[in-house]
């Protein structure tokens, strides 16, 4: 069984940056893809990047590809989101990491955080 833990939201202006975190305890994450989802009040949980088991791969969202970059350490069993030209409102939403197989579908994953909220202001 899998627990993860997300950290570093926040509020931040248009145009800033942020970087998640989201930690892995009770058995490793390195097997596993893991991703970044996010929700918005009213919305339902999109993606937003899936990176491989290795590293050596990664897919985004049309919404965030060249803004966000998602990376790994299985060392520190840690995934790591970082958001540059964050936007209002549209990046403003819970993010949530997960642990499963590479896919962009909610149901490609088994194992979640509890989320950690960005706002994006103006």
């Known amino acids: 069984q899998v627990q993860l833990v997300e950290s570093g939201g926040g509020l931040v202006q248009a145009g800033g940056s942020l970087r998640l975190t989201c930690v892995a305890s009770?058995?490793?994450?390195?097997?596993?893809?893991m991703g970044w989802f996010r929700q918005a009040p009213g919305k339902e949980r999109d993606f937003v990047a899936v990176i491989n088991w290795s590293g050596g791969n990664t897919m985004y969202a049309d919404s965030v590809k060249g803004r966000f970059t998602i990376s790994r350490d299985n060392a520190k069993n840690t995934v790591y989101l970082q958001m540059n030209s964050l936007k209002k409102p549209e990046d403003t939403a819970v993010y949530y990491c997960a642990a499963g197989a590479w896919g962009t579908s909610n149901r490609f994953y088994p194992y979640w955080g509890q989320g950690t909220q960005v706002t994006v202001s103006s």
């Open positions: 009770g058995g490793t994450s390195s097997g596993y893809s």
